[in-house]
Nanobody, 124 residues
């Protein structure tokens, strides 16, 4: 099994940036495709980005394309989403997720492990 711990959230002004981190336990981190999802109050959890097991393949939700990027360091078992040009509508709890298959996915049901989430709040 895998344990995921998110960090890096906080309060920022619109137009600012945050760099999140997802640290994973285990020695097979490089075998997992990873994803980030977010959930705003009163809304369903939605897809943000997924990254392949090697870090060379990514897929972003349309609303964050050009603003968010992501990378992974398999040696450190850590995933680093970089969020730029943040908007108030980006305010949500952000969750790191992992699946035991290497293929990219934007479906919540395809992920096997989840972190506890980190709060991102963007003020206008």
């Amino acid at each position: 099994q895998v344990q995921l711990v998110e960090s890096g959230g906080g309060l920022v002004q619109a137009g600012g940036s945050l760099r999140l981190s997802c640290a994973a336990s285990g020695r097979t981190f490089s075998n997992y495709a990873m994803g980030w999802f977010r959930q705003a109050p009163g809304e369903e959890r939605e897809f943000v980005v997924t990254v392949s097991r090697t870090g060379t393949g990514t897929y972003y939700e349309d609303s964050v394309k050009g603003r968010f990027t992501t990378s992974r360091d398999n040696a450190k078992n850590t995933l680093y989403p970089q969020m730029n040009s943040l908007k108030p509508e980006d305010t949500a709890v952000y969750y790191c997720a992992a699946r035991t298959l290497p293929a990219l996915s934007d479906r919540i049901s395809d992920y096997d492990y989840w972190g506890q989430g980190t709060q991102v709040t963007v003020s206008s």
